[in-house]
């Protein structure tokens, strides 16, 4: 058995910790990352004994007997990197389903983020339309919840405008962007609102808030929300003032067509 101190997934958890509070996005305990780790991963380490149990307060069952890599509630990611342990837990989840057990982690008696809600309800969203998602990523970008302040928040206008502000936006997701409502964060019923969106988006925003996103790997997740945070850093650039050479609609569809990817089309006035 390997130390999981040594583990590749561990490593690359806590550098995107680390880099993510170095863009700004991560205040002081702000944002937090789930990742399913595979039945590989979990084999090869020193990780089947029950620490102790963590109530979840909601329905997992159909994540029973998975694994997770989390934050934890509370802590920063700036300290992740230099010590994961304390900072990051890893959980199984009971076949009740309501229930979590500790295998890893949270050594100082800490417990996972407080938008585990959140996490979980997402992560039987996205595997029930992708088999191959196994992170969910929660974050501040200064520039995303800058933007929610003063756009309409809607699904269709929100998107039209991010795929506008940058060329890779609709080739990145042509899925496009989901929106909530300002909602109380941590609850269950975020929860459930963002899973939700979940089954059609691997990007859902928070309003005055943040942002989710999806993917089969941390790179994949990290991308999605670097690349809307920079479209949104555009729009705020541009600001007031008046577009003169916008990208149109027909050039979103020649984009989409061109780099073959199920587009929203009914997001365009085409
Ligand atoms: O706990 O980001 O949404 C940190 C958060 C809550
Ligand atoms: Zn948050």
Redesign the pocket.
Known sequence: MKNIMNAPFLKEFVKTTSNMYRLGWDER????ISYLLSDEEVKEYEIDEVIRELPLGFDAKKLAGRYFLMTG??KYFKNCEDDPENNLGIIRIKEDGSTSELMWGFKDGGKF???TPAHLMSHIARLSVDPSNRVVL???PQNIMAMTFIHPISDREFTRTIWKMNNECIIVFPDGIGTLPWMV??TNEIGEATAEKMKQYRIVIWPN??IYGVGSSLDEAFGLVETVEKAAMIYNIIGERKIINPITDEDLKNLAEYFNVNYRKDFLDI
Do not use: A, L, Q, V
């Open positions: 305990n702000g944002g937090n509630t509370g983020t407080s938008e929660h974050t501040h964060c941590g808030h943040g």
